[in-house]
């Protein structure tokens, strides 16, 4: 395969906040979406191999965690607040009571209740390049920044994004 630049264009930024989960466009982004991944894995220390400090005996994959930071220049301010509702409360600027929590039986993956779909959909020319979709299944409101004024600003929001049940953590279905 030739090495070739990479660069599929406009992102369209979707979430499952219609009804009965329909996707619905947030927006998109100024420059894609920055994706940062990290792995998360269990090393299991033996004495034959140096005990704690010394070379794990057993390493158990546990899949990624994705971190999405997206600068929103485009974004429908409806569909915006339908996400700060649902991560933060029915009430602008108060917090739910209950906090996402882990199931004992499913150590490792999150409640999905407090979670959505995003996807992140890049096009060139008016086509999805479907290489560059990412899916994912378990997402939830990392941060966000209040843009007030009458100055145009971006919006930014980051994101988590962890593994489901079969730990995988996107995929590039779009439907």
């Not at 420059?31 to 894995?41: I, T």
């Not at 991560?87 to 409640?111: D, F, H, K, M, R």
């Not at 378990?138 to 145009?152: N, P, R």
Request: include cysteine; aromatic fraction near 8%; charge should be neutral.
């Amino acid at each position: 395969m030739a090495l070739a630049f990479q660069i599929p264009g406009p992102c369209l930024i979707q979430v499952d906040t219609g009804s009965s989960n329909a996707l619905e466009d947030l927006g998109y982004t100024a420059d894609g979406a920055q994706v940062s991944s990290q792995r998360l894995k269990h090393e299991t220390p033996v004495d034959s191999l140096g005990g704690q400090g010394g070379i794990p005996g057993e390493i158990q994959m546990l899949g990624y965690i994705d971190t999405i930071t997206l600068d929103l220049t485009k974004y429908d301010s409806a569909v915006f607040e339908k996400l700060i509702a649902f991560a933060y409360g029915a009430t602008a600027g108060a917090q739910t009571t209950s906090v996402s929590s882990v199931e004992q039986s499913n150590i490792g993956v999150p409640l999905s209740s407090n979670s959505f779909r995003l996807l992140l959909k890049p096009s060139l020319r008016g086509t999805v390049q479907t290489n560059h979709v990412r899916n994912y299944k378990i997402a939830l409101i990392e941060s966000y920044d209040a843009v007030t004024g009458t100055k145009a600003k971006r919006q930014r929001m980051q994101f988590k994004c962890y593994p489901n049940s079969s730990l995988v953590t996107w995929d590039r279905s779009t439907s």
